[in-house]
């Protein structure tokens, strides 16, 4: 584990050359539904816009940012009737085969529920089945700061007492609620994901960014992807 600490971003590159894809990316001129159907279809969480004559990199477009400009902008637009629709009705998002965590799952068991299950994030439930916190891809990167990644035997409890203080927990909602209710929580909130859960707190389904991307924006353009069989990878 030592060794990881020295090793470049080139090293990596020729290590893992037989498995390395071509970096997607977008141009300037791209349209916005380009932009959402790349970030949808090839289950990526950011996507670089990239100067086509310079090669240089411009910025970067998340779900996060383009979910963010709709909401803004979507009161300037006429309102469609499933916007006061329950997300339940319109069946966004995954509802059945949740890939969940408790607080004494071990990190190791988390990384490879990730992997295995293809989901970006484990809802954390307590002794008696309810949501309690939430544990994500990106929370692995404390296991870099705190330079803990050679000890991935700890629980999900001590791992999220890492959590920076500037990144939310988990985010919940109830199946009942409309879909304008759930974007204005998530953006709001600045997640990539929220929870669905029924009276007594228990999960039920999880929604993720680019599950709401795909139904307003992909599916009235017939590009919507096909059903997962866990909550979202691409969250």
């Known amino acids: 584990m030592d060794e990881l600490e020295e090793h470049r971003i080139a090293t990596w590159r020729v290590a893992l050359k037989d498995r390395t894809k071509s970096l997607v990316h977008i141009a300037p001129d791209d349209s916005l539904f380009e932009v959402i159907k790349t970030l949808v279809h090839c289950r990526i969480h950011r996507l670089p816009v990239i100067d086509p004559v310079t090669g240089n990199a411009l910025y970067v477009m998340?779900?996060?940012r383009v979910l963010k400009f709709l909401y803004l902008y979507i009161n300037d637009l006429p309102s469609p009737g499933y916007m006061k629709q329950s997300v339940k009705e319109l069946h966004?998002?995954?509802w059945d085969n949740i890939a969940t965590a408790t607080y004494d799952m071990p990190v190791i068991t988390a990384l490879n529920m990730f992997v295995s299950r293809r989901v970006s994030a484990l809802p954390v439930l307590d002794n008696e089945g309810k949501v309690v916190d939430i544990y994500a891809k990106f929370d692995v990167i404390?296991?870099?700061?705190?330079k803990s990644?050679?000890?991935l035997d700890v629980s999900l409890e001590e791992a999220l007492q890492h959590r920076n203080n500037s990144v939310?927990?988990?985010v919940t909602c109830k199946a009942e609620e409309t879909l304008a209710t759930i974007i204005q929580r998530l953006v709001k909130a600045e997640v990539h994901r929220i929870v669905v859960v029924d009276g007594d707190f228990k999960c039920t389904g999880i929604i993720s960014l680019s599950d709401l991307l795909s139904f307003l924006v992909l599916k009235p353009a017939g590009e919507y992807p096909?059903?997962?069989m866990s909550s979202s990878s691409v969250l």
């Not at 404390?142 to 705190?146: C, G, I, P, V």
């Open 92 to 94: 966004i998002g995954t």
């Open 62 to 64: 998340t779900h996060k």
């Open 168 to 170: 939310g927990g988990v």
């Open 149 to 151: 990644y050679n000890n």
């Open 226 to 228: 096909e059903r997962k």
């Open 142 to 146: 404390n296991l870099a700061a705190e």
